[in-house]
């Protein structure tokens, strides 16, 4: 797979699942041994608990991950003393997690561990600067089970999304959904012209906004005026946009939504025929949770959702085994999605 | 309010002192917790004395050195835990060992700094055999393995287990390799009761350095509020009431002990508290943020009653809250905030002030004030060497009781000798006590009709002792002064309101004429 040499141009890599049972391990394992020889240190670790030896929810057999001499591994305390595999601890946290401190250590043998890591994406950022210190090149972040947070291009550089017949067993189900979350992560960045040099060099920077001052707002919804301006709108939730309705596009037409985007927002922005060519934009795909219909609703209206970090993914890996025992023809499988998608799909059990 | 953690949130000004520390430790800020409300004179100058070498480092050592030890002092976890597990047959994991090694390391780089910067007032434990014991390849890093150094066998061992492990051809090669493995970590766990006994032999001292380290964290921290604040060094003045101020309930010996060390005087002398330029930290600096400055106090005050007088706004209640805080600060070993102090140790600082009382607990505020002096009343009784500070008894009633009330509280606080404060508003308070009065408003400075930010500005908060000028009375000009109309007016209070109450007092006085 011609994917595995993009990952060291990255500092971080994720890789997350659309559900259980997507092959995620089966991957991890696949880049880790590929990458075994490369000359680069590496550094594992994975966001909340995973690395079960049976899936709890399934009770299927998990692949465990393989790890060969000289990785950095950060773990918990219970998962690191039951490891088998020889291992030198480096340091260990003053926080702890429901499985006790996180422990990095570096592995001194071939063997195998179960990976946990810290609870938020928070920890889990400031974990991948301090790898700086063992000279890591990239730090893989092993995403739990259906969660695809530590893909947001705030905590990670890269992504490798996994799908399969887990997610549906039903081909032309479960391409429809990988489709509708690959259209997310593609979603197009906002263009601030704040950015650009020679509007630096103009001078006309300090009055406009850019990419960085959007980041930094934390909580509420604001206004995007036409001159790149930003305008608290002071609603203090979305359940309160209707007594707000007028005040909502007095700045113009683009919304910044510093939280999660929902069904019920795209829903409330439509209904309003007042206005075509609406923009929102939310800080990355990881904020938007909303149903297909309701999104392709939004954007048929002639409204845009755009981000402000976009994601870099490297591939897209699918396991055509579901928990259930029946196996999707592969080359099916591979072939739909990557017609669909215009992009590179691997079967993850054929390498 | 045996320990600090009991009076954080309960002693106003306390939480602020609190949070301003720059503990850089876990073990700093849990030993902060643990700090005991002391009374003997020798554990309280201790502490004082160490805060005082520990400031005169960071006004003279060098400021990146001192840098360095905070941080090494930020890296200390407190691995009390795993220390007190180190028991005769118990086994210490890797984890524990690293925390072990680590913590050796960390105090062998927080002694070289210390002699650095030549600071001779504390002393270590000598660990060096720890550090020697789990480093055997002397890299000098805080990193842990069971190092092949520790055992020609396991080196054999793993070299076994590699080998097989390269050359896995059929089920027989496997089950090998999985004896070779079992093989290592058998070894391996040898290898950890060794050490596991030997650094038993350190458990004491490892724990002394880390009770010395938390120590430190404090004292430093403590000192950098003392400079930032710039706070003073206390003094401490042994108190009249020479064997109650000690007793203590289990611990008679403790009385016998202090008369011994500290050779007290005359029982039958007076010791006063007194501070020069007293001012209160959170508030100063709330001030300080608004562009205004905090004006300090004077003041002192023996083993009996004090009256405080004075007009509205005129800092008493703030006066009362500062003096409690810092008694307390000066008992739970901090410097004060005041230029100059002498305090007497008590055994019990007791307050009634309004808002800590509960209406929750379902009593209206004189019930519930009342309860408090009560308490008072009765640990005086009891002999408690104490400091009493009581705003404004009996304010919720009508004068007449009121003035009663505040008349017979200063009589059973004299009889008792309580080291006490009581502020009132009552006037024909006529028992025996010592009476003082807040200066009040500097009515001639008004160039301009003052407001409500820049009265303050006029106010003088200092206070003035007043004398009887009869037996057992005052004169008019020393009565309580009646300036709430006039405050009430800066603060552009209704003038009706106003108005009509000024007639009424004007009618008030023809009255008591006729």
């Not at chain 1, 396991?319 to 993850?348: Q, R």
Request: hydrophobic share 40%.
């Amino acid at each position: 797979m011609p994917f595995v040499d993009e990952i060291l141009k990255y500092k971080s890599l994720s890789i997350v699942g659309l559900g259980k049972n997507t092959g995620k391990t089966e991957c991890l394992n696949y880049v880790l041994r590929r990458l075994e020889h490369s000359g680069h240190t590496l550094a594992l670790t994975s966001i909340g608990v995973d690395g079960e030896m049976t899936d709890r929810v399934t009770g299927t057999a998990k692949p465990e991950i393989e790890l060969y001499k000289d990785l950095i591994i950060i773990t918990s305390e219970k998962h690191f003393r039951q490891k088998s595999i020889d291992a030198e601890i480096l340091d260990i946290s003053a926080k702890s997690t429901a499985l006790g401190r996180l422990i990095t250590a570096r592995t001194l043998s071939r063997g195998k561990v179960m990976m946990s890591g810290p609870a938020d994406t928070l920890w889990l950022k400031q974990l991948i600067v301090q790898m700086d210190a063992y000279e890591v090149t990239t730090t893989i972040v092993d995403g739990a089970i259906s969660r695809l947070s530590p893909g947001s291009p705030a905590v990670t550089d890269s992504m490798i999304l996994n799908t399969g017949a887990a997610v549906s067993a039903n081909i032309p189900n479960l391409i429809r959904h990988t489709k509708f979350v690959h259209e997310l992560i593609k979603l197009p960045e906002v263009d601030f012209p704040n950015d650009k040099q020679d509007l630096v060099d103009s001078g006309m920077k300090d009055s406009m906004v850019g990419v960085h001052e959007l980041l930094e707002l934390s909580s509420g919804l604001y206004a995007l005026d036409a001159e790149f301006k930003v305008h608290d709108l002071k609603i203090p939730s979305v359940f309160l946009l209707k007594d707000h309705e007028e005040e909502l596009f007095k700045h113009g037409n683009t919304l910044y939504v510093t939280g999660a985007l929902s069904d019920r927002m795209l829903d409330f922005i439509r209904m309003q025929k007042v206005l075509n060519d609406i923009t929102l934009i939310v800080r990355d795909f990881t904020r938007i949770f909303v149903k297909p219909e309701t999104f392709r609703a939004f954007t048929s209206s002639g409204h845009k959702v755009k981000v402000l970090l976009s994601t870099r993914l490297l591939a897209i890996c699918v396991n055509p085994v579901s928990p259930e025992g029946y196996v999707l023809n592969s080359n099916e499988l591979c072939t739909g999605l990557s017609e669909a998608l215009k992009v590179p799909v691997y079967d993850i059990k054929k390498h | 309010m045996s320990h600090f953690s009991n009076a954080v949130n309960k002693v106003p000004g306390l939480r602020f002192i609190a949070d301003a520390l720059e503990l850089q430790s876990s073990a700093g800020r849990q030993h902060l917790m643990k700090q005991p409300f002391m009374l003997l004179p020798e554990e309280i100058s201790l502490q004082l004395d160490m805060i005082e070498a520990f400031r005169e480092l960071l006004q003279t050592g060098d400021s990146k050195i001192i840098t360095d030890l905070k941080h090494a002092l930020s890296e200390i976890h407190d691995i009390t835990g795993t220390l007190n597990s180190l028991k005769p047959d118990f086994v210490l994991d890797d984890v524990g060992f690293f925390e072990i090694k680590r913590f050796a390391l960390i105090t062998d780089r927080i002694k070289q700094v210390l002699q650095q910067l030549n600071f001779t007032a504390v002393e270590f434990r000598d660990t060096i055999e720890v550090v020697l014991l789990l480093d055997p390849d002397k890299q000098r890093v805080p990193h842990f393995y069971i190092y092949n150094s520790y055992s020609e066998r396991l080196t054999r061992l793993r070299k076994r287990y590699a080998d097989l492990v390269s050359n896995i051809k059929s089920q027989t090669d496997h089950d090998e390799a999985d004896d070779a493995r079992i093989q290592c970590i058998e070894e391996e766990d040898t290898v950890r009761e060794e050490l596991s006994s030997y650094l038993l032999k350190y458990k004491v001292d490892l724990l002394e350095n880390l009770a010395l380290v938390a120590d430190i964290d404090l004292w430093l921290a403590k000192a950098g509020l003392a400079v930032e604040f710039n706070m003073c060094k206390p003094e401490i003045a042994i108190p009249s009431k020479g064997e109650n101020a000690y007793r203590d309930a289990d611990t008679e010996s403790i009385s016998s002990e202090v008369k011994r060390r500290s050779n007290l005087p005359n029982p039958l002398d007076t010791y006063y508290t007194s501070y020069i330029q007293l001012f209160n930290p959170s508030i100063a600096e709330a001030l300080k943020q608004r562009g205004r400055q905090y004006q300090p106090v004077d003041i002192e005050f023996g083993d009996e009653p004090n009256l405080i007088t004075g007009a509205n706004m005129g800092g008493k209640t703030v006066l009362l809250k500062t003096v409690a805080l810092a008694q307390y600060l000066f008992q739970f070993g901090f410097f004060v905030p005041a230029s100059h102090a002498v305090i007497v140790p008590v055994e019990q600082i007791m307050t009634s002030m309004e808002d800590e009382q509960s209406e929750l607990q379902g009593l209206s505020s004189f019930a519930a004030e009342m309860l408090k002096i009560n308490s008072i009343i009765i640990a005086a009784r009891a002999g408690k060497s104490m400091l009493a500070l009581i705003d404004e008894p009996a304010r919720t009633t009508n004068p007449a009781e009121g003035q009663a009330i505040v008349n017979s509280l200063i009589d059973i606080l004299d009889a008792n000798s309580v080291r006490s404060l009581v502020t009132t508003h009552y006037s024909g308070i006529t028992s025996t006590c010592r009476r003082l009065k807040v200066a009040g408003l500097r009515t001639e400075e008004f160039t301009s009709h003052p407001t409500i930010e820049t009265i303050n500005d006029h106010m003088d908060y200092s206070l003035i002792e007043l004398q009887p000028v009869t037996e057992g009375g005052l004169s008019y000009e020393d009565e309580v002064p009646r300036e709430a109309l006039y405050i009430a007016a800066i603060l552009n209070v209704d003038a009706e309101l106003l108005e009509r109450a000024a007639c009424y007092i004007t009618k008030e006085r023809i009255s008591s004429k006729h």
